[in-house]
């Protein structure tokens, strides 16, 4: 929690530093972990690889297997608490006050309103890694952590991309410094558009609440959807494993032993 700031004993609004913290920038861990991903994928500089189809097969020939299984012991438990009989086609996005007195029970997922359609299409979402995509409106939150998965099956299909050119100038420190530039600049532009909508999204929802129009759920769909959509998405993650690319090359070349 950010504490405020008190400039001639007064105290001032931290919202701006409040959202700056919670900027995925500043938010240390998942960004150091694609980033040493990037890293670690390009630390061997071995050879561009001459077809990347089976350069991606390669890699995840032995990761897909275990995450498959966590997926079908995920669905286990899902379908376990989640039955016919205890399902309601209606989705909330926030909380209902009659929750407690309901017993238990289980909802659709937000863009599909029958059972067996949430079901079939959770199965879809997750068998294929697309959880951290948009299209997991369609389907039921099986696991946060999951997520990681899905995004780095992305970096992992965009590597050889990124590394095929980057391997073309290794040695070459200025171009090498030239493309991390860019690749930090367009990290910078990532994170700036998501600040500057988070505040448009902030606003729209406080303006909403002001109105009064609507009920709690449909104030809920609109604010945080931009963050959440944003955040997931692993096109704007790509800069941070870019990122760590460079920083593999940057360590070639200066490393004491060169």
Not at 77 to 86: H, L, V, Y
């Amino acid at each position: 929690m950010q504490s405020p700031v008190v400039i001639n004993n007064v105290v001032q609004p931290d919202e701006s530093w409040g959202a700056f913290g919670q900027a995925r920038f500043m938010c240390i861990h998942v960004p150091t972990f694609f980033a040493l991903a990037g890293f670690g994928m390009s630390a061997s500089m071995g050879p561009a690889p001459k077809s990347k189809t089976g350069f991606i097969a390669a890699r995840m020939s032995p990761m897909y297997p275990m995450y498959l299984l966590s997926i079908v012991l995920l669905l286990i438990n899902t379908i376990a608490m989640c039955r016919p009989s205890n399902f309601d086609p209606n989705f909330h996005y926030n909380g209902q006050l009659d929750d407690a007195s309901r017993g238990d029970f289980c909802e659709s997922a937000p863009l599909v309103s029958s059972y067996w359609g949430s079901l079939v299409a959770t199965m879809f979402v997750y068998m294929f890694a697309l959880q951290s995509w948009p299209v997991y409106l369609f389907s039921w939150f099986l696991s946060y952590y999951t997520w990681f998965s899905s995004v780095y099956f992305s970096m992992l299909f965009a590597h050889p991309f990124f590394y095929s050119p980057m391997i073309a100038i290794r040695g070459r420190i200025k171009l090498i410094w030239g493309v991390t530039a860019c690749v930090v600049a367009l990290n910078y532009c990532v994170v700036a558009g998501w600040f500057i909508g988070w505040f448009e999204d902030r606003a729209f929802d406080n303006n909403f609440a002001a109105t009064r129009l609507g009920s709690r759920d449909d104030d809920a769909e609109f604010t945080g959807q931009f963050s959440l959509m944003y955040y997931l998405f692993p096109p704007f993650w790509l800069p941070t494993y870019a990122l760590g690319i460079c920083a593999a090359f940057l360590f070639d070349y200066y490393r004491p032993c060169n």
